[in-house]
């Protein structure tokens, strides 16, 4: 059984940074992608970034720029750098670990909040 442990969350001014990190752990063989993914109230989970195992990675269009994914040597933990964050990047944000045919895993959630 595979879990994924989130921190970094919490609360930031406008204009500030965090960094969220995803650490897996458990029985894994592969992994295709991991990612980050966000759900602020009343709107349904968007992606946010996501790196592939060749080191690909996507950003939503709202994050480029500011966000940075990153798994350093392929290992089981992947990070959000978020900076220059805005009121609007208020959400419970999400890892996600992508096994490709062989399924996916969610992590808790971790909140982040960005309020002056």
């Known amino acids: 059984q595979v879990q994924l442990v989130e921190s970094g969350g919490g609360l930031v001014q406008p204009g500030g940074s965090l960094r969220l990190s995803c650490a897996a752990s458990g029985t894994i063989f592969y992994i295709y992608a991991m990612g980050w993914y966000r759900q602020a109230p009343g709107k349904q989970r968007e992606l946010v970034a996501r790196?592939?195992?060749?080191?690909?990675?996507i950003y939503a269009d709202s994050v480029k720029g500011r966000f940075t994914i990153s798994r350093p040597n392929a290992k089981d933990t992947v990070y959000l750098q978020m900076n220059s964050l805005k009121p609007e990047d208020t959400a419970v944000y999400y890892c996600?670990?992508?096994?490709?045919?062989?399924?996916?895993?969610w992590g808790q959630g971790t909140q982040v909040t960005v309020s002056s």
């Open positions: 996600n670990l992508d096994f490709g045919n062989m399924g996916e895993e």
């Open positions: 790196i592939t195992s060749d080191g690909t990675s």
